[in-house]
């Protein structure tokens, strides 16, 4: 037996004697040995009344982006995008701002992105001319480079890895981050929400 039942059990049969006491303990040690039971095992199986058609391991899945048929993913995740001329897996994290929960929120804040490309199978040009973000009221921001950072490379080459921050002064609420590497065909974007709450 646990010892946290035990000792329960004991508690119990103390506090009421010998009668109800005894049964009120009984039954409480029985159900949580049934409770502890189901904690162990390692069995990866859903609860039953979950609805099957929620359960895909297939969530936080890669998205694939053309300029036919952009991805719309959430920020944070990646997507694979494909062009006549390479593919590129590329991830767009953010934004995070200075801070939270300030006695006086202001409505618009600095807000700054973290891009990571990875595993192109060509040359993939670079520049952060091609990042923009569009707000829930239709305002476009163009991005710029956080203070002291160094501009990425013009070109990530096949095996290279790149991540690099882009900052923009934004207002709060929602918003889409947009990656568009022929400077006019969006290929990706992530969605995100600006708050400083």
């Known amino acids: 037996m646990y010892p946290a039942v035990r000792a329960a059990k004991s508690q119990w049969g103390r506090t009421f004697g010998s009668g109800l006491g005894r049964a ?3 039954l409480l040690t029985a159900a949580s040995v049934l409770a502890l039971a189901g904690c162990g095992g390692g069995s990866s199986k859903y609860p039953s009344f979950l609805p099957k058609k929620t359960l895909s391991p ?3 899945a ?3 982006g053309t300029m036919a048929k952009p991805a719309l993913q959430v920020e944070g995740l990646p997507i694979d995008v494909k062009t006549e001329a390479f593919d590129v897996s590329i991830t767009v994290s953010g934004p995070i701002v200075p801070g939270e929960g300030l006695p006086y929120q202001p409505d618009a804040t600095t807000c700054t992105w973290t891009v990571t490309m990875k595993d192109a199978t060509a040359d993939v040009p670079v520049s952060i001319a091609d990042f923009h973000s569009v707000d829930h009221l239709g305002a476009v921001f163009l991005m710029g480079l956080v203070p002291g950072e160094h501009p990425p490379p013009p070109v990530l080459h096949p095996g ?5 921050m882009l900052r923009s002064y934004e207002l709060v609420g929602e918003g889409m981050m947009q990656w568009a590497p022929d400077h006019k065909h969006v290929v990706g974007y992530w969605d995100y929400t600006v708050e400083n709450d």
């Open 24 to 26: 009120i303990a009984m």
């Open 58 to 60: 297939d969530v936080d």
């Open 62 to 64: 890669a998205l694939v």
């Open 160 to 164: 290279e890895t790149l991540t690099f």
